[in-house]
């Protein structure tokens, strides 16, 4: 029997609104490429349960758009032509946080996908963005893309463009469950040639194992100054069409106040962030 890919079950949560429309190509490049499965997951009020799908991206017209699919192919050639199953789920629930926790009790995943509206301040506070929670939570690797963030999948193609990938990495906690996720990540969607950087921000860099297959292609940056800023200046210098952090969720009473740096990151920094449990 053939292994399954790493990351091919792929769960993506959307509110189905056009905000999501990014991550959603990300999604569904990354599931089509795993040949694996991609939950699509609505939590909304009862009263929602079923509607507004109609305004959502179409799974079929988007892979016949990117030349996987005949347009107006039958919903079976998806998984009878690509081996790709789709699965639509509804959950009423007032707590969207907890829908998607219990969609992954019982329906584990290998990625959550998910569109942050990257908010700040006041607002922030008052319209709290669900994917940092989701993403903190889950347990599971998360990739979250703001809706103007500079991602690396084309909604319009499907063409994948993945040169530069920001790996924060530290003494605590290891980044080496990261940089191992990354790896599957690129090698699945075909991103032979894509160079690893590797950031510290700090005194003494922290010894990190890099998996065999990107050895070749991993380069070491060090810097000092304050973490965030650091590596979203270094994000923009080297042009990260991916930036990839190892989490271990909110330390203290600041990080709750302020995020994690993580989310600092991904509010600031204008592009995909992969975040992986250590």
Request: with cysteine; charged share 20%.
């Amino acid at each position: 029997m053939q292994a399954r890919p790493p990351l091919s079950r792929v769960l993506f949560a959307t509110d189905l609104s056009h905000d999501g429309d990014l991550a959603f190509a990300h999604a569904l490049r990354i599931a089509l490429a795993g040949k694996g499965e991609l939950a699509i997951v609505h939590v909304a009020t009862r009263e929602q349960v079923g509607k507004e799908w109609e305004q959502f991206p179409r799974v079929r017209a988007s892979l016949a758009g990117w030349g996987f699919l005949e347009f107006g192919a039958p919903a079976s050639a998806v998984e009878a032509l690509l081996d790709l199953r789709i699965r639509k789920i509804d959950i009423p629930e007032l707590d969207p946080l907890r829908g998607v926790k219990d969609v992954l009790e019982h329906r584990p995943c290998d990625l959550v996908v998910l569109a942050s509206q990257a908010r700040q301040g006041v607002d922030r506070w008052l319209h709290p963005s669900l994917a940092e929670p989701i993403s903190r939570e889950a347990h599971t690797p998360s990739l979250t893309l703001p809706p103007t963030a500079r991602g690396f999948v084309d909604p319009a193609t499907g063409a994948v463009s993945l040169r530069n990938v920001l790996v924060a990495v530290d003494h605590r906690p290891s980044a080496a469950r990261a940089l191992a996720t990354v790896a599957n990540l690129t090698a699945m969607l075909g991103a032979g040639e894509a160079v690893f950087h590797l950031l510290h921000v700090g005194d003494s860099f922290p010894e990190t194992p890099v998996p065999e297959a990107i050895a070749t292609r991993v380069r070491i940056r060090q810097q000092a100054g304050a973490v965030v800023e650091g590596i979203i200046d270094a994000a923009a210098e080297v042009e990260a069409d991916l930036i990839v952090m190892a989490t271990r969720g909110h330390d203290s009473l600041l990080d709750a106040l302020r995020g994690s740096t993580t989310e600092q990151v991904l509010r600031n920094s204008g592009r995909a962030v992969l975040a992986v449990p250590a």
